[in-house]
């Protein structure tokens, strides 16, 4: 079992940036030899993947609203995954989650969730 961490989120103006960072502690290799993925949910909304990453770095997915403004990156030696989030909008407001993710029957699911972070773009 692992514990991750998310931190990064807050106010910001519309047309602004935040770069949310979720923490994956452990020393082990098992640690970090998993795909991990951002997730969100807004007011009135269910949970929704957001971008995924495959254990090595290599970008997999981007939900179609944030492609060209969101990018997803990792680092291993900190243990730690990013999401640069660029030009945010109102509809960009919710909580993050930061998740080990696989992709099953053509979705994507979470596990090992964070405690999430909330981003709010002012309207």
């Known amino acids: 079992q692992v514990q991750l961490g998310e931190s990064g989120g807050g106010l910001v103006q519309a047309g602004g940036s935040l770069r949310l960072s979720c923490t994956t502690p452990g020393r082990t290799f098992d640690n970090y030899a998993y795909a991990m993925g951002w997730f969100r949910q807004a007011p009135g909304k269910e949970r929704e993947p957001v971008a995924t990453i495959t254990w090595s770095g290599a970008p997999l997915y981007y939900e179609d609203s944030v492609k060209g403004r969101f990018t997803i990156s990792r680092d291993n030696a900190a243990g730690t995954v990013y999401l640069q989030m660029n030009s945010l909008k109102p509809e960009d407001t919710a909580v993050y989650y930061c998740?080990?993710?696989?992709?099953?029957?053509?979705?994507?699911?979470?596990?090992?969730w964070g405690q999430g972070t909330q981003v709010t773009v002012a309207s």
């Open positions: 998740a080990r993710v696989i992709k099953l029957d053509g979705a994507w699911l979470g596990s090992d």
